[in-house]
């Protein structure tokens, strides 16, 4: 005769990840509400981009010196991190009270495996963006109409951070399903905040360097697996059904696009300042950045 403990089902996970998951999580296990829940998560999506936007376009319209571009450039990370953090800590994993206390991995729960996931991130993006910016003052101040490598490694390095906190929140959302999207307001700005991601993607790999090339091969290497999971999770097409993975596989698409658009438009895999757009100061000037 079975004993009660050893009769009691179990749930098991069928990969250690979790994106095959059966106990996959689901809003509605926690106190907020599913709506708040996903306007919360939308809102976010939405305002992010546009803050770090603001930040990248402005610059190569407008050339900033002196203390008010040190000013400038401080603001940015000091308001997008915490905004990307804040899209991670709305999932789940970090509001459900199951979560509390269960190891994932190397002794460590899964809530503080993404809070390490994200702050290596984080200081890599601090510390590109401030490298940037001291490169980007050598230049106006000391060494005009020159190009020097720190500018390029800062562009590197904070473009990396970015990408390890994005993936810090795809992964934190892998398992998060929703019951989809019934206002089409909310579907309006849903599918805007991935157009302008997208668009946010763009707009930094035509700065870098063979920007265009490495997005279009970052874009591929992420969103084609992207794709796959969720075609076979048959949400792909849904309203909202994984919001925040499709969120970034809309901006992933909206990126590919535009980059396919510039690389045809200037004939190469060329960044801004190599044809000359935007560019102040003669076409190899460094200062609008």
Known sequence: MASPASSQKIPQRNNFFGFKSDDSIHVGKVSLSERSHDRRIIILLSITPIWTLLFTVTPVLINFHGVVADLYRILEPTVSLPLH???????????DPTQEGRKFLFGLTERSLLNIWFLVG???YAQGCGMHSTAIAIVNDLLPNQEIDEVAIGYYSYATGYLIMTWAQLFAYRRQKHDGLDSLKGIIWWILGGILFGILYASVAIEFPRGPLLVIIYVLVIGIPLSIFLFNSKVMFSKGRRLVLQSYLIGYATTLVIVLIW???????????????????????????
């Open 263 to 289: 690389v045809a438009a200037v004939g190469g895999f060329k960044d801004r300042k190599s044809v000359g757009l935007f560019v102040k100061g003669g076409s190899n000037s460094t200062t609008t950045n």
């Open 85 to 95: 953090y804040f899209i991670m800590i709305t999932s789940e994993v970090f509001i």
């Open 122 to 124: 984080a200081a890599i």
